[in-house]
């Protein structure tokens, strides 16, 4: 390895309190409160190497969300590497403006033609997920707009979504606690409740609830008038809300309510896709047909930022024959070295197999780790979708009886697994996992022995607690 490319080792540089120090000083991390993080200080990850990572002090900590639901193929990968170096020293960047455009990102259109469904021929390439939304509510307000219905404006979304947090992700959202910083949502944009069965479905079955929920969108649509409605928008499984796995009958439901009324489907996989559900992509684990499909994160597994829509025909042939100029983009719309990277990582995820190795082999055996932590004290509810898992922990088993918000069980659950070597979010008091592609079964096996380590400890310290 040259010098040049030799890795610098920030932790031996300064000590953790120096590099906290200096953190609390002058970084404003997202979605934190500065005064107490400042209090406590920053956990400084130093280094990563597949699904592990360390941190200043040394401890090596299995990484059970994947970075943030994105490093799919895990750390380390040196064909991802040597793809960003190799674009960075031919051409670190030009735009695609101006009618110009980089070899990296017509090959990456290309291959993103081909993984995705057959009705995405065009992507229009953004930074970022949450610009990718920004850039669904432009363009399907737009295609509306060339199809003589500018009153249709509204788009659908649900409460608990995330879909980012620009002024128009975070409007797509569903997040209160977003909406009430800053003015939110912006115009045009409504929710309906979410199919979640557990907190709102346990009275019937899974199947008539999914039938119920996407009932509700129908009922807004009719009360806005369908004339109004531009398009619905829904992870197929909402990542950040807590891993909420919608019942099988949801999707085709919502799909034929969609087009008995005309609706764009707009199918957010900035978490679902590239692999995560054990399919390509989400929509088509669920069975729907997506007009439009948001993707980040996964599509280069979060080596580099990069983001971008899914342009399916029925609205690309509209934009491309009867558009004219659409005046939205980015500086770094198709980005040379992040859409290189990409390249190198779809192709990475194709060599080694890895949707098809989550569908048949590690998804059902996380699915049976999962089926076995039922049996856990804590354990409501256990779920998993390809490599996605959630764990919904509960005051009293039979009587299904959730703990009081205040009690903030999740996060003390989420305590024991930073001490314990395991990351693992906690959604409320519902505990997530979201873990590299590359997983092997031992590494799930290890990851379970983790977690039921992690419960017990809860456990433990709730009874101690006199909580239980
Ligand atoms: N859509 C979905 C479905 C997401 O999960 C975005 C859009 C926005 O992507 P960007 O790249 O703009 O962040 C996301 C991002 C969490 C968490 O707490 C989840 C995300 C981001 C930050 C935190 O689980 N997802």
């Given at each position: ?306 983001g971008g829509v899914m342009v399916g025909e ?25 859409c290189a990277v990409a390249v190198a990582n ?123």
């Open positions: 390895m040259s010098a040049a490319l030799a890795p610098r080792a920030p932790a031996a540089t300064r000590s953790t309190r120096d590099w906290q120090a200096a953190d609390a000083a002058h970084f404003l991390h997202p979605f934190t409160d500065f005064q107490s993080l400042a209090r406590k200080g920053s956990r400084i990850i130093t280094r990563a190497d597949n699904i592990y990572l360390w941190d200043s002090e040394g401890h090596k900590i299995l990484d059970g969300m994947s970075g943030l639901w994105c490093v799919n193929v895990g750390y380390g990968q040196q064909a991802l590497v040597e793809a960003a170096t190799r674009q960075m020293q031919e051409l670190p960047f030009y735009n695609s403006f101006f009618q110009t455009t980089t070899p990296p990102a017509v090959e990456l259109a290309e291959l993103l033609a081909s993984v995705t469904p057959p009705q995405f021929q065009h992507v229009f390439f953004s930074g970022s997920g949450s610009e990718g939304n920004d850039t669904v509510v432009r363009m399907v307000r737009r295609y509306w707009d060339l199809l003589g219905q500018p009153q249709r404006q509204v788009i659908i979304s649900r409460k608990n979504a995330y879909h980012g947090s620009t002024m128009a992700g975070a409007s797509l959202g569903g997040m209160s606690a977003m909406h009430a910083q800053g003015g939110l949502p912006i115009p045009g944009i409504v929710h309906i409740e979410q199919p979640f069965w557990w907190q709102l479905g346990r009275g019937m079955s899974r199947d008539d609830f999914g039938r119920q929920a996407a009932a509700w969108l129908e009922e807004k649509i009719l009360e806005l008038g369908a004339d109004r409605v531009a398009a619905f928008i829904g992870e197929p499984i909402q990542g950040a809300g807590g891993v909420i796995i919608p019942p099988e009958t949801y999707w085709p439901e919502v799909q034929r309510i969609c087009d008995r009324h005309g609706i764009l489907l707009v199918s957010d996989e900035v978490i679902c896709g590239f692999g995560r559900t054990g399919h390509w992509f989400g929509c088509e684990r669920f069975g729907t047909r997506p007009d439009l499909m948001t993707f980040a994160k996964g599509v280069t597994s979060g080596y580099v930022p990069l029925r609205v690309a042939r509209v934009l491309i024959e009867q558009g004219g100029e659409f005046e939205h983009g980015y500086t770094y719309s198709g980005h040379p070295v992040a779809i192709r990475l995820v194709q060599q080694l197999g890895l949707v098809e190795r989550v569908k048949s082999e590690t998804g059902p055996h996380l699915a049976k780790l999962y089926q076995g932590l039922k049996d856990h004290p804590l354990v409501g509810d256990a779920e998993t979708c390809g490599l996605m898992g959630a764990l919904q922990l509960v005051k009293d088993k039979e009587r299904s009886l959730a703990f009081p918000e205040e009690q903030a069980v999740g996060m003390l659950c989420r305590a024991h697994c930073f001490a314990n070597g395991l990351i693992m979010r906690a959604v409320g008091d519902r505990m997530i996992v979201a873990p590299p592609l590359v997983m092997t079964t031992a590494q799930i096996d290890e990851m379970g022995g983790l977690i039921r380590l992690c419960l017990d400890k809860t456990w433990a310290e709730l009874k101690d607690k006199g909580w239980l």
